[in-house]
């Protein structure tokens, strides 16, 4: 990998570099997901030049009037013909299709950024989406919201929500994600770690 600090380079000084920021292109990140599973599972045709489209998964969480707690609720059922409407304002937590394992050797961290045919449409992300080496074993939750006024919004599984970007550190950290992270091995769509109690929507 040109990033590789078994060559010498330090992507923090790469010549070319001048905005002090090194993306993984397409080729690499490919490379880290025949290698270290980096993305499960993994979709040649989903890979950009520098980033990998995202796909929403089957599961969002949901506010409803009984209780200040979002609770769970299945859109596996809904399609683009038939979606699930995320009314004006509405707020939901949703996932991704796709899990991740960031490897921490060689050190990889990762952003989720919104697409921006979704902001058109008048969904908005909570820019939450920053992602350490070492996390691992988890589709990754977002916090999205219809900052549209007067239409609803459709989603869908399988909606390509966003891409992520992966970016090599100028050194292994000294602590591991999987070490001090909440959010390892969820394998759902999960609240804030301080309120781990997920009431299940009767209705679904």
Sequence with gaps: MSWSRSRGGNPLEHPNNTANLVLLPDSEIRALC????LIHPFNP?????AS???ALGDNIMIEVAETPELIRHSIKT????????LQPGGFILAETEE??????SPAIAAQFVLKSSRARSGIQHMLAGFCDPGWH??????????????HRVGIWPGLLIGQMVFMPLSD????????????????TVMPSWETFNIPVNPSA
């Design 34 to 37: 025949q290698s270290h599973a």
């Design 99 to 104: 899990i991740f394992n960031l490897p921490d």
């Design 172 to 187: 292994d950290p000294e602590r591991s994600y999987a070490e001090v992270g909440h959010y390892n091995k969820h394998e």
């Design 78 to 85: 809904h399609t683009k013909e038939d979606p699930y409407w």
């Design 137 to 150: 074993g988890s589709r990754l939750t977002l916090e999205l919201k219809n900052v549209r006024q007067k």
């Design 52 to 54: 990998y489209d995202v």
């Design 45 to 49: 045709d989903r890979l950009n030049p």
